[in-house]
């Protein structure tokens, strides 16, 4: 079985500051990764993803996330935030095996608050 | 433009009632999933398809139902046996090899 742990519920933050929210994974397979965004009362939106190739991954509204196997982890980061970037982060990982690569396990979150 | 709608955004039904929350998708995907999320927990996977007429059992399928008749639409059943009904449902879809899902925008389902 698979499992994510974001590492914080909550990250408050001062606008313009850097912020690096944390993800961990186990699994006995290889992986596929994943970090979203979710807006108050909306579905999640796509930030990036990691299948393959190179481990610094670039996505979305400047963020990006860097892939470490032996560390087991995928941490997001963005070097400067805007108010806009408050919402709660979340962290999934798929198999990368054979017929259930489609399921995907979803960390609790992390609510990133950008004070002014 | 291609997408995936939930209706209704808000759902009010009384305790002892079925309820079902309807998910359609122009994505052309196969897969399709059923997610439940509650404060501080995450998203929890109720059931999901891989194609049409199958569907599997998630990690908190007991007191859930669904279908898959058509590609395009899952619509999720909540009844009466479920004790915890209240809460914020997500649908979403994938193609099935890259395993990334894009999601619906959610139905808030309160039970009183």
């Known amino acids: 079985a698979q499992s994510v742990t974001q590492l914080d519920s909550q990250v408050p933050v001062f606008e313009e500051a850097p912020v690096e929210l944390r993800c961990n994974y186990s699994s006995s397979v290889s992986v596929y990764l994943f970090w979203y965004v979710q807006y108050p009362n909306q579905g999640l939106q796509l930030l990036l993803k990691y299948l393959s190739g190179s481990t610094l991954v670039k996505g979305i509204n400047g963020f990006e996330a860097e892939f470490n196997k032996s560390q087991t982890s995928f941490h997001l980061r963005k070097p400067s935030v805007h108010i806009s970037d408050t919402a709660e982060y979340f962290c999934?990982?798929?198999?990368?095996?054979?017929?259930?690569?489609?399921?995907?396990?979803f960390g609790k979150g992390t609510l990133l608050t950008v004070n002014p | 433009d291609g997408g995936i709608t939930q209706s209704p955004k808000y759902l009010f039904r009384k305790e002892g009632q079925n309820v079902t929350l309807s998910c359609e998708q122009n994505l052309n995907h196969d897969a399709m999933y059923w997610y439940r999320q509650d404060p501080g927990q995450g998203l929890r996977l109720i059931y999901y398809s891989q194609i049409v007429n199958d569907f599997q059992k998630g990690d908190i399928a007991e007191g859930y139902s669904v279908s898959r008749e058509k590609k395009e639409s899952f619509p999720l059943t909540v009844t009466s046996a479920q004790k915890n009904p209240t809460a914020f449902y997500l649908c979403?879809?994938?193609?099935?090899?890259?395993?990334?899902?894009?999601f619906g925008p959610g139905t808030r389902l309160t039970v009183t």
């Open positions: 999934a990982v798929g198999r990368n095996s054979g017929g259930s690569n489609y399921k995907l396990t």
């Open positions: 979403a879809s994938s193609i099935q090899i890259v395993g990334e899902q894009y």
